[in-house]
């Protein structure tokens, strides 16, 4: 590793061991990267250099930064964290806002002052939020003022966090510390594999997991997918429903277009509906959205006028073909599926245009190399289903946790997904491998889901497992067993659900809930989960899984 800019080393001392990382590509030219490295100079701070200051960056309802807007900015938060903040390179600094022009912002200023970005959701509740506060030993957060309500909770549960920085507008403390800071600033002398952002992923089993990104991470996704696959014109406008928390967002609506000029919509609320509207208004070009934001705007797209689009990408569950076929028909545009992980920051297996397969999520993206493997490792015939695993540029080093040895082994990370692979190198998804629910593109650990329902009264015991779902791809649905006295049925099924959605993410609740007088166990008494899931695939395919 390279010499450090970071005084704060808490993360880079958190890497995995040597041994556990996995087998890192960077041969290519692309990704052969200089020692030192700021990933936001190369990102930003280049297009001021070039003369390029007034193109379009950062697009929002009643609101348009230009490159250079968005420059000064940046250097306004960074002097504030430094010199009015305290922050020391090496720092984590937490951010928790919808996507706004003021969150890229901040993030990109948390970089460039040589931070640690941890984005989080605007949906996570106080419990949710202490998570990473306590595991990333956060000292500082930047929050929406009109989400402060759970951060003031959240620091009650994890007192560690010292400052939060409301913003959003000239009256907020944040507003008025750049509004007297300079808007000049040097980046940080970070070197290529310092810490730059930190992503939690759900597990299926324990707490979430960090996973580690360096600054040259950031410029591979865009040298590798972007560059080889997505191939953005500096005319084009990037929209997408994603969260920045997600890396699935922070790439597809940050990285990708600033990598080459281009330009970014960003909308608060981006349901179906105002994906479409916001498409038509801002004539956007490349759109970043779930197979069921496809689905679900497919019956809309006759009221509204989508000519602009050029590129469609899919990812964060599998693409059905049906959809693939229905979108093509209505649009002529073959949607670009995808898969990438948190671990990975983003797509590592998804083909070009000109190179899809339908029904094939694609093949590995230059740079990366990925295989099909049977339980001990050896690469499995053509055609068979196996783990997969893969390799290149970026890949999983998770923060001090000891499950850094199952996600790589020999080198490869091993992703939890099945796939098969045919004959001419195209990858065809077949199921998840773990207990991950991935639901209208949200991640969702199941274990989680039922420590939130085991937390109410009125639950004596509970299973959590995905059921397929026209609408969504894959709903919530909890087995449940009440306490005795407890009435079963709908009335307290709404209770649970209410709960729930008040407890965590309100994405997370169970849709579906069933009550049982006990749940099926194996003879050491582990609950059965894969009896389970059968049962509500079952019941999915007989209509019977809403309540």
Aim: charged share 25%.
């Amino acid at each position: 590793m390279h010499r450090s800019g970071h005084l704060d080393t808490f993360a880079r001392d958190r890497l995995p061991p040597p041994e556990l990382w996995p087998d890192l590509r960077l041969d290519r030219p692309e990704f052969r990267y200089p020692e030192r490295l700021n990933c936001v100079s190369a990102l930003l701070d280049r297009w001021i250099e070039e003369g390029r200051a007034d193109r379009p960056c950062l697009i929002a309802p009643g609101q348009t930064w230009s490159y250079g807007e968005l420059f000064e900015r940046v250097n306004r938060i960074a002097n504030v964290l430094v010199r009015r903040l305290g922050l020391v390179a090496g720092n984590r600094v937490l951010l928790r806002s919808a996507n706004t022009p003021m969150l890229v912002a901040a993030y990109l200023a948390v970089m460039k002052a040589g931070g640690v970005a941890v984005a989080t959701m605007p949906l996570l509740r106080a419990r949710e939020l202490a998570t990473p506060i306590e595991a990333a030993r956060i000292g500082l957060a930047f929050c929406d003022a009109r989400l402060m309500e759970e951060m003031d909770k959240a620091r009650l549960l994890a007192p560690g966090l010292e400052w939060i920085v409301p913003f959003g507008d000239a009256a907020q403390p944040l507003e008025a510390m750049m509004s007297q800071a300079s808007p000049l600033f040097e980046a940080c002398d970070t070197a290529s594999d310092d810490v730059c952002l930190l992503g939690f992923t759900s597990g299926t089993t324990g707490g979430p997991k960090a996973t580690i990104h360096f600054h040259r991470d950031v410029l591979a996704i865009a040298d590798a997918y972007g560059r080889h696959v997505l191939r953005p014109l500096t005319q084009d406008r990037f929209i997408g429903s994603p969260p920045l928390a997600f890396t699935f967002g922070l790439g597809g609506l940050v990285v990708f277009p600033m990598s080459v000029g281009a330009s970014s919509v960003l909308i608060e609320k981006a349901g179906p509906k105002e994906l479409l509207e916001a498409i038509e208004r801002f004539r956007a070009t490349i759109l970043f959205t779930a197979p069921t934001a496809y689905r679900a705007m497919l019956g809309s797209l006759g009221g509204a006028d989508v000519s602009s689009l050029r590129l469609c990408v899919s990812a964060g569950e599998t693409l059905p073909l049906a959809t693939f076929e229905a979108w093509k028909a209505a649009t002529g545009i073959s949607l670009m599926d995808g898969i990438g992980a948190t671990e990975m920051l983003h797509i590592f297996i998804g083909s070009p245009p000109e190179e899809i397969r339908p029904g094939a999520t694609g093949r590995p993206v230059p740079g990366y190399e990925a295989k099909v493997v049977d339980g001990q490792g050896t690469e499995a015939p053509r055609g068979t289903p196996g783990d997969l695993a893969v390799r290149g540029p970026t890949g999983c080093r998770y923060l001090d946790d000891s499950r850094q040895a199952i996600y790589v082994r020999d080198g490869w990370n091993m992703t939890g997904d099945t796939f098969i692979e045919d004959e001419d190198g195209y990858f065809w998804f077949q199921a998840r491998s773990d207990d991950m629910i991935i639901s209208s593109g949200y991640n969702i650990s199941g274990p989680e889901v039922e420590i939130s329902l085991a937390r109410h009264a009125d639950v004596a015991e509970c299973a959590v497992v995905g059921a397929p779902d026209a609408e969504r791809g894959t709903i919530v649905k909890a087995f449940v067993v009440p306490r005795p006295g407890v009435v079963a049925g709908e009335a307290l099924a709404r209770i649970l659900q209410d709960y729930v959605k008040g407890d965590i993410a309100p994405y997370k609740y169970p849709r579906a809930i069933e009550f049982r007088a006990e749940l099926p166990k194996t003879p050491s008494g582990k609950i059965q989960r894969s009896v389970l899931r059968l049962e509500a695939k079952v019941q999915a395919n007989s209509g019977g899984n809403r309540l």
